[in-house]
Structures are given as C-alpha cells and as structure tokens.
C-alpha cells in the first residue's frame, strides 16, 4: 500500500491569518509582502464558525490603522452569494470558495526532506500488519515479524520518488482574507487546495462529536521547552467519522489531500506540499477530521506558584491541517522542572469520552486503524478525564543543553 503523508515532527509554527486589506475609504498604504495562509489538507469538522472559512466584510472603527479586528463575518441577505450585510439575523455566511489550482512544481532542494512512510495494511480487515522485527540494537530484520508493530513496521519512499511535489504558498500580495486561498495573489509556489470540511453550528440539531485521539504536538516528539525561550502549545483533536468494512471506508469519509515535508521539518521555515505519490490522485478519503472550536480554555501548573493561563487559538499550520495553537508565537516558561499543561473544552457539541493521548502518527488515515499506542514512559505523561486533558512537560533551564526528563 503506497504512503499518504510523511513522518514529520507536529509544526513548531503554526501560521494564523494576520493580514488585513484596506477599505476602498481606507487612506491607501503600500501592501507588503506577508506570509500565506496554507491551504487545508486534512479533514475537518467545527462545532462553532471559524471565521476564516467565510467570507467578511470590513468595518472601520475610525482609529486610522487596518487590523484583523476591522473584518466581520458577513452574511448574504439577498441569496446572490454576495455577503451585505454583518447582521445575522438577516442573512446566511458564505463560505470563501476555493479552486484546486497544482501546478506550481517544487524546485528546491531534497536533502533536508522525510522520506513519506506508511504501514502495510490488510485490505481486509484495514489494520496495521507486523512485518519486521526491530533488534535491541536498534537494526531491523525485514520481513520477519516479531509480533509487535512499531516504527520498524514501516515502510518509508524517499521524497525524490514520490515526485512531482506541489508546494503550500508561502508569500500572498493582498491582505484581503476573502482572497487568502486565491492563487493569482500568491507570489510563490502558486499552489491551492483545500479538503472537506464542515461546520456544526449551522446545523440543525447536531449530535456530539466524539473525540478519538488527542495529539499534544511537540512534547509527544521529545521536545522540551526552555527557560525564557517561546515554545508553541498545539493540541489537535482527532474525531473518527468513517469505518472501515467490506474492504473500504464507509461513505461517512471525509477527503484530504496527500502530503509531505519536503523542507527544514519541525522548523520555523518548514514547508509541506502535495503530492499524487504514484496513486493518480492528490485525494484520498480520511477516517478522520480534526475538530475546532471556540469554545476552549489552557493553562500550565508551574513546580512552584499558582497555575496561570496561557493563550491559543484555532489555527493551520504548514501540514494544512488545523489544531489549537499558541498565540502570539509560544508559552515563555520562567522556571526549570515539571509544569502540567492543561487543556479544557467548553463545548456541548464536543465529547472526550474514550478519547485517548495519542501521536497522529501511530494511525491509519485511510482506514481508521490503530497502529501503535503511546511507549509506556509517554503514557504516563498525559491524561484524558471527562472533557480535559493534560501533559506533563519538563522545562529546562538555559544552559542545560539538553532534553527534559523523559
């Protein structure tokens, strides 16, 4: 079974919409060059309106300067798909519409690219298959199996020939968040895509979504934050929305697109792009989506002092895929040891019950299977309980020069 999406480590820059357009009455002003908004690529589901999806109307609060609070969400009142009006009461909202557009080829460099890796399926009954065996030291035996499926069951394709890649956008001329998907203002890699999505707050009598796997990014990939230095907080909930059974998924499935790091992985500079990876699609259909809403809280118990909290935000990052992540760039910690990061949902329409913390990796997208748990000293790091969740991390001081506990 060919691979869908590369091993790389959980974004350390998640890129949010931070670019504004002026008004025809706004004072004209030179429009710089800013970072892109990637396009989506993996499945989604909100349970309240993410206002980047749709479109907006500006308003001028008259102070002299554009910013991202000067955009509401608009609503078409009249039913010609033009949004008039920033009343809700008066209209629909009317989402930003997105034209596949891959063309736009890779051209750099390969050498700090991950290969794309995936498990060996059953295609009958959809699970991970243990090939290998994985040595004490480290080395693997192929194709004897060893009755545990871990990384050493994986079978990874280097980038090169998986090519031709289509990179995200990195670069947009326009600070207009109606265009934020639109290729003709991308200045590099003019590539746009965008996978299914849906939001339940439009819907009528919505029944919870049921959480099945919760990634906590960064600490679940050995990395440790340090004293005074930003470190990005992503929490990404996975719901599971289709079966697998009969040899396929049920029609439940959601589409993403097929993806890869192709440079500086787990960077501030990393870019991911798409790829056919010899199936003659961009496309393949998901067993999950990841779930957003607004509805939410964070904060981190220091070793000393009281608990305080710290911000995040609904956000996409450089994979497509979207998760909470840390505004304003990453929680700063002040002492060295063990602070508990917790994360709590405020939000009717979301369920943790049999939830699990869980790497994003260890699945399998295209048929909802399980590969791996979390390793037994990761486990004891993180918890799930009603609707919060937490992780424990270990913050070490400057001149420590290495990783935290573990």
């Given amino acids: ?45 909100m349970t309240d309106t993410v206002q980047k999806f749709y479109q907006q109307i500006y308003v001028d609060d008259l102070d002299g300067v554009v910013e991202p609070s000067d955009w509401e969400l608009g609503y ?25 557009d891959i063309g736009d080829v890779y051209g750099g460099s390969y050498t700090d690219g991950d290969p794309v890796c995936s498990y060996t399926v059953d295609p ?20 004897v199996p060893d009755g545990v499926i871990n990384d050493a069951d994986l ?3 280097a980038l090169t020939e998986l090519a031709p890649w289509y990179p995200q956008p990195r670069d947009t001329t326009t600070t207009d968040p109606n265009l ?27 029944a919870p979504v049921s959480i099945a796997f919760i990634d906590w990014g960064n600490p679940l990939e050995n990395i440790s934050p340090t004293v005074g230095q930003r470190f990005p907080v992503e929490v990404t909930l996975h719901a599971k929305v289709a079966d697998w059974a009969d040899g396929a998924l049920t029609d439940t499935s959601m589409t993403g697109y097929r993806m890869g ?73 002040t002492m060295p040891g063990l602070h508990r990061i917790t994360f709590y949902v405020e939000d009717p329409l979301i369920t943790f019950e049999g939830a699990l913390v869980n790497n994003d990796e260890h699945y399998v997208m295209t048929t909802g299977a399980l590969a791996q748990t979390l390793s037994t000293n990761k486990e004891g790091l993180s918890w799930v309980q009603g609707d919060v969740t937490w992780i424990d991390v270990d913050v070490v001081a400057p001149s420590g020069g290495g990783k935290g506990r573990r």
């Avoid at 009249?78 to 809700?88: F, K, L, N, S």
């Fill in 261 to 333: 790091c192709l440079e500086y992985g787990s960077s501030q500079t990393e870019l991911f792009g798409t790829s056919q990876m010899d199936t003659g699609s961009f496309t393949y259909e998901s067993a999950f989506a990841t779930v957003l809403t607004t509805k939410f809280r964070a904060e981190v118990q220091p070793p000393t002092g009281p608990s305080y909290s710290i911000a995040l935000e609904p956000g996409i990052g450089p994979s497509g895929k979207m998760n909470f992540a840390s505004a304003g760039g990453g929680w700063i910690p």
């Fill in 155 to 157: 079978t990874c394709v």
């Fill in 76 to 100: 078409d009142s009249d039913g010609d798909g033009v949004v008039d009006t920033t009343d809700a009461t008066l209209g629909v909202l009317v989402p930003i519409a997105v034209t596949e």
């Fill in 1 to 45: 079974m060919r691979p869908l999406r590369a091993l790389c480590a959980t974004s350390l820059t998640t890129i949010l919409l931070v670019t504004v357009a002026a008004s025809p009455a706004a004072v004209a002003k030179k429009q710089d060059l800013s970072a892109a908004t990637p396009n989506l690529s993996f499945p989604l589901i």
């Fill in 180 to 206: 934020i998907w639109n290729t003709l203002y991308v200045s590099n890699y003019r590539n746009s895509w965008q996978a299914d999505w849906t939001n339940l707050a439009l819907a009528t009598d919505p």
């Fill in 124 to 143: 009958v009954t959809g699970e991970a298959v243990d090939i290998n065996t994985e040595n004490a030291d480290g080395t693997v035996t192929l194709g």
